[in-house]
């Protein structure tokens, strides 16, 4: 029992020395008050106990790495301590290929949530809707479940299927998906000309989508536009270089996005470079399951006045995640800091207001009756601003099939088009 005890003892001292040293605490003896090592210290006679009393035998790296894992998640919705695969599975989620279903997710009031099905994958396909809560994976219930696991279950081998219970608001009965996994092609950018008006969508921000927006803007170009809408509705973000690099493409100068953290030596304020695309009329639209790295992109459109923005209010996810690599292959996601926009608006919990809000058409009744963002996730962080600006405009939606959000905008930017000259 004595040599259980000092070998716990011997666990948690390293593992506070390792995590103080990686985030660079630096601890002095009036910051490491005598409150700080009880706490140790009980914990470590709870491990020990744990391990010399529980019922059945308990690895003490397990508890420990639960722990961790508790510690961190009780910070924010988007910091996580990750396991070795966990952190190889972030890795090549921001490739834009890998086995899954297509789902972006999020933890809301302990539950896990769907922020958006990704465009064309086969969560889409199946009918899979944000706002959804998924109560089962595979039979094994999310109550309680981090994040990371419940990621790691949705993805699995190629052309197995993954069963999925879902609860939705509205709905009486929980609803049964049973949806085969694929290789995730992540087609980061589309785009079509709209009898004169460009339409680019950029599904999510990975690898590559800087220059896919650019070619497809070229291609366009070459149609003679003469107005382009950008279609960020139901994007979950994604790199934040690519984000920074599509918003210089219509900024010619000024502040993109600043970042702040805790420390001086940690805030970051990102310039335009280069304007690249012609001066025209653009719309950008956005809704509740825009989030992150778009608010970035609909942020600084809307502040430098370069476009006109149509839709209903951002997610509001205006944290900034840093991957910490730790020994053995594990790794630390800490949210270490907040984006601001070019005016210096904080987007966390308050998204980006449209200067035009459409809600989307009723085409049937709303199977959810309410919008997920940031504000309702557990422990997510404020901002300073006390309250979210009002639109300038708010347009009823109507009874109708069609795009009602995308028609607004295509007619916002007609309107411009023929007031440009004049300008």
Known sequence: MKNRFLFAIGIIVSLVIIICAILSFRVTPTEATSNQYNDLKMFSQ????????????????????????????????????????????????????????????????????????????????????AGDIILQINNKSTLGMSLDEAVKLLRGKVGTQVRLVIGRKNEKKPLIFNVKREIIHIKSVDYKDLDGIGY??????????????????????????????????????????????????????????????????????????????????????????????????????KDHKTAVIVGTRSFGKGSVQSI??????????LTTAKYYTPDGHSIQAVGIVPNVEVKPAKVEPEDFGYALREENLINHLTSNETSYAKPQEVIQEPQTTQDFQLLTAINIIKAQIAEWPKK
């Open 324 to 333: 910490i690599p730790l020994e053995d292959g594990y790794a630390l996601r």
């Open 46 to 129: 709870v491990l020990a106990i744990v391990q010399s009393q529980y019922v059945d035998k308990a690895s003490p790296s397990e508890l420990i790495v639960n722990a961790t894992k508790g510690m961190v998640n009780s910070l924010d919705p988007h910091s996580a301590f990750m396991t070795p695969q966990e952190y190889k599975d972030l890795q090549v989620s921001t490739t834009g290929e890998f086995g899954g279903i297509g789902t972006s997710v999020t933890l809301k009031d302990g539950l896990i949530t769907v922020i958006t099905p990704i465009e064309g994958t086969p969560a889409y396909k199946a009918g899979i809707k």
């Open 200 to 301: 680019i969508r950029i599904i999510q921000f990975q690898e590559g989508t800087i220059k896919a927006v650019n070619n497809a803007f070229t291609s366009l170009e070459k149609k003679g536009i003469k107005g382009l809408v950008i279609d960020l509705r139901d994007n979950p973000g994604g790199l934040l270089t690519e984000a920074i690099g599509v918003s210089n493409l219509f900024v010619n100068k000024g502040v993109i996005v600043s970042i702040k953290g805790r420390n001086k030596s940690d805030d970051q304020v990102f310039y335009a470079k280069d304007e690249k695309v012609p001066h025209m009329p653009i719309a950008v639209l956005i809704n509740s399951g825009t989030a992150s790295a778009a608010e970035i992109v609909a942020g600084c459109l």
